[in-house]
């Protein structure tokens, strides 16, 4: 891989600094504080995690376990801070509850159907820290470099500086961080042409993932046992634990369009519960949905295909029907008075069944 690309990826700190959100968590033992405060479970669910990490691989990886969880206090904390419930610019999509889908749940799922030895330990550890930090940063001004987004190179820029909180060293363990700052940059939408009013919540539905192309950029090799081919497999695997929604159980998908509509509407500028939104958001949960879930989403890992293919399967047909109920609803688009929190309610109820 090219080294000006791999040095590009720890300068980005002097692109983008520290913020407020960085001060109000500025190290791990007041992320622990706050977790043990507001989400006791999350704390609880860490440490049995880790005890069952450490039974499969051993207690040789027990320091970079604790460095590792001390880096998921911090990054989840800020989250939920920052664009999540603990603060005051709640993103209805972008938030520590999707940090837990990937975490808790696809990572989870992973485990269950493969286990432990279906990954390196190192690997489960970055992959942990690719859930909490991907999305660190929201509001960044739409600018890109190598198709990467602003928001993900932000994102990369206070990952790193967290893996320095937690105990990481980036001569030491720079290939750790190198491939964690990847997978971020991989879990860009790639939304090209850029849209002229870009909005996160937009992109995340209307592209595919940009770690494929990115692999293909840098040279990456696809097989093979060197740094390199591990850079990209991973890569990979998270862009494809990022997008495993379309393989959620069918209400869980459906939520999932509405958060991210809510959130594209309220980025947008527009109310809920007015006439104004009722087309943009019948369009996205129609053609939009329908659109992402069979032309632009694809599993781009083997493991990903393995493991979340036969729920995307499953989810098809419903998906068609959905799609098909929903133009039936709504002849000709919605109805004058009607808003897209109108939609949405249609949108649900047949999600659910009724």
């Known amino acids: 891989m090219d080294s000006k690309f791999a040095d590009a990826l720890f300068d980005l700190d002097r692109q983008f600094p520290t913020d407020a959100f960085e001060a109000q968590v500025p190290d791990a033992a007041v992320a622990l504080a706050q977790l043990t405060q507001r989400r006791p479970d999350l704390t609880a669910i860490m440490s049995e995690t880790g005890k069952s990490f450490l039974a499969a691989f051993g207690a040789e990886h027990q320091d970079a376990l604790k460095r590792t969880q001390d880096a998921l206090a911090i990054s989840f904390a800020r989250m939920a801070w920052r664009h999540g419930s603990w603060g005051s610019d709640l993103h209805e999509y972008h ?30 550890l970055l992959l942990c820290l690719f859930a909490t930090c991907h999305d660190l940063r929201q509001r960044e001004s739409p600018a890109f470099w190598h198709a990467i987004g602003a928001n993900e190179r932000a994102s990369v820029a206070e990952a790193f ?88 159980p069918f209400a869980a998908l459906a939520g999932s369009g509405v958060r991210l509509v809510q959130e594209r509407e309220k980025r947008a500028g527009r109310s809920l519960r007015a006439a104004e939104s009722a087309l943009p958001v019948f369009e996205f949960l129609t053609d939009g949905q329908k659109r992402y879930f069979f032309e632009l989403h694809r599993f781009v890992s083997p493991l990903g295909q393995a493991v979340f293919g036969e729920g995307k399967n499953a989810n098809a047909e419903r998906a068609k029907a959905q799609h098909a109920a929903m133009l039936a609803s709504f002849p000709g688009g919605p109805g004058a008075g009607q808003t897209g929190q109108d939609v949405i309610d249609r949108f649900l109820r047949f999600a659910d069944g009724s």
């Open 161 to 248: 500086r967290i893996l320095d909180l937690a105990g990481f060293e980036r001569q030491r363990d720079r290939d750790f961080y190198l491939s964690l700052g990847l997978t971020i940059a991989g879990s860009t939408f790639d939304a090209r042409p850029i849209p002229p009013r870009f909005n996160t919540a937009e992109v995340a539905s209307s592209g595919g993932c940009l770690a494929p192309k990115l692999i293909e950029e840098l040279g990456l090799p696809g097989t093979g046992d060197g740094v390199a081919a591990r850079h990209a497999r991973l890569m990979l695997i998270a862009a494809d634990l990022d997008t495993a929604n379309v393989a959620e």
């Open 95 to 124: 938030n520590e509850a999707h940090i837990l889908e990937i975490l808790a749940g696809r990572m989870g799922r992973v485990r269950h159907r493969c286990g432990w030895r279906a990954l390196e330990a190192e690997e489960w």
